[in-house]
């Protein structure tokens, strides 16, 4: 079964671009030449997008051959399909990586046993339950990356498909 989905590059190093191509063409099976622009939210920095299609479990493989670089920060989403849910990785070097499982029309599906987690160390009062339920639905990621995000607006998409 295949998906479809995309890599955004939101901001990295010049120096790091070509290692982006390598890691996102091994986890393709073919040459990955993505069009960089400079991000003008973070001068010195460069973002790229690419369309993918590919067997389920890409997005998860792409966002594990970039998570390493700690100056990266990039988004990889897949669309549901008729045997998995959708997902989506947001990475940025002080948060880290988030994951989440989307559904068919985008919704962030959390499943219970995090949200027991997040229940059960907000009743030790460990922390916060509106903190945890914010985290769970990515609030902080989106926070970091929403200006890098709109500096992408308009910037050229590539397709590319997964060697089988």
Do not use: N
Request: proline share 6%.
């Amino acid at each position: 079964m295949t998906t479809r989905g995309v890599l955004y590059v939101h901001s990295a190093p010049r120096a790091l671009c070509p290692h982006i191509e390598w890691a996102v063409a091994g986890v393709l099976g073919a040459r990955v030449s993505l069009d960089w622009t400079k991000q003008p939210v973070s001068p010195g920095t460069w973002r790229a997008e690419l369309s993918w299609q590919g067997a389920v479990g890409t997005a998860s493989q792409l966002a594990s051959a970039l998570r390493g670089w700690q100056l990266l920060r990039f988004e990889v989403t897949s669309e549901p399909c008729a045997t998995a849910e959708g997902e989506r990785y947001s990475c940025t070097p002080g948060l880290g990586i988030y994951h989440a499982v989307t559904g068919m029309h985008g919704d962030i599906m959390i499943p219970e046993d995090r949200l027991r987690a997040a229940t059960a160390r907000a009743a030790l009062g460990e922390s916060d339950l509106e903190a945890e339920i914010t985290k769970l639905l990515g609030k902080p990621w989106d926070d970091e990356l929403e200006p890098f995000r709109h500096a992408g607006e308009g910037a050229p998409v590539r397709w590319l498909h997964q060697v089988v």
